[in-house]
């Protein structure tokens, strides 16, 4: 028996609004790139049910897609927080102030 679309967009919503939630009240680099991660998978829960909706790969080919651009995103993001507790020896983005080398 197949989910019915309605569930799977108050799903997909309800998922991205707890990423913006974590984005806007979170102080923690980790936690924040965590939650746009939420706001992808969000997305892509969106493309998925679409594509499995209109009989048509366009939708899970664009979520392959997102799903790499977020495994970059995590790389770089990581790295820079990485650079970022090196330096100041924190996490949190309300203490830095200025980035530079």
């Known amino acids: 028996m197949p989910v019915p679309p309605n569930h799977v967009l108050?799903?997909?919503?309800?998922?991205?609004?707890v990423g913006v939630l974590g984005v806007l009240t979170r102080r923690n680099a980790i936690v924040i790139l965590m939650s746009i991660e939420l706001m992808m998978n969000a997305a892509n829960v969106n493309f998925i049910m679409f594509s499995?909706?209109?009989?048509?790969l366009a939708g899970q080919v664009f979520s392959v897609f997102t799903i790499a651009v977020a495994a970059g995103e995590v790389a770089v993001g990581l790295a820079i927080?990485?650079?970022l507790f090196r330096n100041r020896d924190t996490v949190y983005v309300d203490e830095v102030h200025i980035m530079k080398g």
């Open 10 to 17: 108050v799903f997909s919503l309800l998922l991205f609004a």
């Open 52 to 56: 499995q909706r209109l009989h048509d």
């Open 81 to 83: 927080v990485l650079a």
